[in-house]
């Protein structure tokens, strides 16, 4: 599977953005579906998942600022920021568990 990130970009905080991460391939609806962020000299770290069934979970960092959501025919997934903070500045992956990760999109939440 391939996965194709976009939305990052520079955000003052207390503002909001929306990340999208398009899909390759016909079986987007079966799969798992996560974003995990990964911020100056930090390691990567989950910040929501969404399953097949829609079910959700999330960092408890972001809980009640995030969204991740699905669109199965447009074989994309969303990740819905608000509230930002720049503790948030990261650059942004979508991960298809085990193994396809997207190219990454910087967040930039200035002060």
């Known amino acids: 599977v391939q996965l194709q990130a976009s939305g990052g970009g520079l955000v003052q905080a207390g503002g909001s953005l929306r990340l999208s991460c398009a899909a390759s391939?016909?079986?987007?609806?079966?799969?798992?579906m996560a974003w995990y962020r990964q911020a100056p000299g930090k390691q990567r770290e989950s910040v929501a998942t969404?399953?097949?069934?829609?079910?959700?979970n999330y960092a408890d960092s972001v809980k009640g600022r995030f969204t991740i959501s699905r669109d199965n025919v447009k074989n994309t997934v969303y990740l819905q920021m608000g509230s930002l903070k720049p503790e948030n500045t990261a650059v942004y992956y979508c991960?298809?568990?085990?193994?396809?990760w997207g190219q990454g999109t910087l967040v930039t939440v200035s002060s």
């Open positions: 391939g016909t079986i987007f609806r079966l799969m798992t």
């Open positions: 991960h298809a568990p085990p193994i396809s």
């Open positions: 969404i399953t097949s069934a829609g079910s959700t």
